[in-house]
């Protein structure tokens, strides 16, 4: 079991709130966080503008590379099997998330198959920390959706 950094995951929600939606990713290494993303769905006309891949996307971009190996996604929710797809992808080698996919799905439809199954089910070896800072996470579906 990891020990997740509180400061890092007030990233995601704040990114999130800024936006107003309950959905922010950060991605760090260590304790540096290297920037931070919020969904952006509506905004861009894009269904697969996610917090998380917004976040990949935009480090990948800026590291000018595809391998994000010993960096670290926080998200406000659970990823998506999108998500944490990239996730995989990307090479990320740990993820920490605040409501679940459960959870969600009682706010707004969601595809009932969690990140645990899919990183089980994947090349890679990733640690999930779930349920980090969740009453926080909640808050956020309560405020934006």
Known sequence: MIK???RIMKAAIEIAEEN???FG???AMGDEIFLTAANQTKTLH???AHAELLAIRKLSERLKKTDLSGFSLYTTCEPCPMCM???IWAGIDIV???CSIPQIS???PQINLSCSDIADKSFRK???QQGFMEKECLSLLDTFS
């Open 4 to 6: 997740p950094d509180i």
């Open 20 to 22: 107003s939606t309950p």
């Open 25 to 27: 990713a950060a991605l």
């Open 46 to 48: 894009d269904p697969t």
């Open 85 to 87: 797809s990239a996730a």
């Open 96 to 98: 920490v998330y605040g």
């Open 106 to 108: 009682e706010y707004m």
């Open 126 to 128: 990733i640690i999930i």
